[in-house]
C-alpha cells in the first residue's frame, strides 16, 4: 500500500510531504535529507510547520540516487552532486519539450529521427 502511495506522490509533483514522509519513502534518514539541505541539493518548501515539507518532485531523484548510494557506495556529498545533475538534466529536458513544441510538426519529425 505504501508503494501505491509513494507512486501517486512522485506524479503529483504538486504535492506537499514532509521530510518523514519523503524520508520513508526515498530511504534516506531524516538526517541525511538534513544534509542534502545544508548541501543546497534539496530546498524545503517555505512556511512556518513543526516539520519541514518539500515539494513531491523531489520524490523520484531522490529514489533514483538513493540506489544508485546503494549500488556504487558512495559518499553523501557526490549524492548531492548527483541529485544537483539530475535536476538540471530534468529541468533541460523540459525546456528541449517546449522548444520542439513550437516546431513546425514537419521538423518535428525529422528530429526524432
Known sequence: ??????????????ARISLTELADCCGLTAAELDELVYYNALTPLDGVAPE????????????????MRLDYDLDLFTVA???GQLDRIAQLEQQVQSLQALLPVQQRARHHE
Open 52 to 67: 519541514r515539507v518539500f515539494s513531491a518532485h523531489w520524490v523520484v531523484p531522490l529514489r533514483k540516487v538513493a540506489k
Open 81 to 83: 552532486m548527483m541529485l
Open 1 to 14: 500500500m505504501f508503494d501505491e502511495q509513494s507512486q501517486w506522490l512522485s506524479l503529483d509533483t504538486s
